[in-house]
């Protein structure tokens, strides 16, 4: 008959042994020799909990049984045996019998004593085991879902794609009537008016920025708007800002393209472009390279390397008789009318920004390498961060300062990601690092694309809101108590958003 055990244990193996030695210590006293028998039964049952002792002294420095103390007693115990076996056969049988029995007398006592302890701290160990594995997994979940965030935030909607196509295929159905005038409007270069600068290829986006700037302003025939696109969104773009007069504001339409200086001769971002490991470090498409580091996972995002994000840099080359401009991302709405911006003194300043820190938080520390030299010789690691996406610049002060040869000098430094990570704020921080003045926070409230807690008071009083972070509002992941001050700018009266199926 078979006899199986679940789940064996040594205390239960240690018993079964004993019994089995037991039943051949009565059968060693009835053969012809009880004494040489008797003798061999104790040699056989000090090997075997010799073993039995090595293995829990293991067992117990591996789970530091009471601060190792039973781990002391049993690597002793275990000594004892071997010492014990080593002076077999004994000179004195009767001697060595009885401190054989003494040491499994004792053996068994000790056993028996530690088995509560042991197989509760074989158990704590089984459940750090398992804590362990739980917390791989969602490592591992985690990363997942942040690559699922990013791709949901990322990609474009069909509702905003089909708008694109629609305005495109007007576009080219009748191009007569979107043809750029011969003489551009000389309102386009007048220094006296207030001029905006947006780039996007988001075509939605950029004429909710501008219907709401256009909708607060005070006199919007003195606002002129600088849209900037790529190529392949300029007929969209075209199509979506003469459908409409805006209430008589100035808006121009322009791709990258049209502007020659930009090469790659001249950028170094587009000269990067062209290096082979930074393609494969943003175009190589794998789940678990894009995961290795979560907290930065965002940057691989190739449009960190587009010229749109990058054209803020050109600001004074792009528009020459220029001497004060705002810079607005795509994902801002404007509140109220922005013209005492112009009113400011810039003491000298080039950039004219919200700044973020608090704490510890968004300091220089934060967006560069700082055990660099060079950074660490040329900035203060505490220096306060500032945020981009309404930006007030004086390009009179920019040409004077040499801001874009300062900003090719580091770009070029950083081809191989050693000082900043990626992205158009740790350049601009470093560019404007002694020329930024800060302006009051209620000119741009941040975070509508990422903090839920941001009071309504504090949103009412912004003179702009951003939605900066992966909650655009363009899209179903959007907070829904923020997309209501986006979604009024849009124009839903218009016949190709309607047939988009944007909601209102």
Partial sequence: MAIRFRNPNPISLLLLLLLFSTLLFSTATSSPDPTRARGDLLRK???DLSSVSSLYASSSRKLSLETSKQARLFSQLSQNFSILLSSYPPKDVSRYERDARALISSARALILASKDSFDLQLKI???????????????????????SSLIAAKSIPKSLHCLAMK??????????????????????????????????????AASVVVNSAVKNSKDPTRHVFHVVTDRMNLGAMQVMFRMKDYAGAHIEVKAIEDYKFLNSSYVPVLRQLESANLQRFYFENKLENATKDTTNMKFRNPKYLSMLNHLRFYLPEMYPKLHRILFLDDDVVVQR????????????????????????????????NFSHPLIKEKFDPNACGWAYGMNFFDLDAWRKEKCTEQYHYWQNLNENR???????????????YSTTKPLDKSWHVLGLGYNPSISMEEIKNAAVVHFNGNMKPWLDIAMNQFRPLWSKYVDYDMEFVRQCNFAA
């Fill in 418 to 432: 050693t000082l900043w990570k990626l992205g158009t704020l740790p350049p601009g921080l470093i560019t404007y």
């Fill in 125 to 147: 160990q089984r459940l750090k085991d398992a804590i362990f594995a739980a917390n791989e997994q969602l490592t591992k979940a985690k990363k997942s879902g942040a690559f």
């Fill in 337 to 368: 009318d922005l013209t005492d911006l112009w009113k400011i003194d810039m003491d000298g300043k080039v950039n004219g920004a919200v700044e973020t820190c608090f704490g510890s938080f968004h300091r220089y520390a934060q967006y560069m």
């Fill in 45 to 47: 049952q000090l090997t």
């Fill in 167 to 204: 305005l495109t295929a007007e576009r080219v159905a009748r191009p007569e009537k979107y043809t750029d005038p011969v003489h551009p409007a000389p309102e386009l270069e007048d220094p006296r008016l207030y001029h905006y600068a947006i780039f996007s290829d988001n075509v939605l």
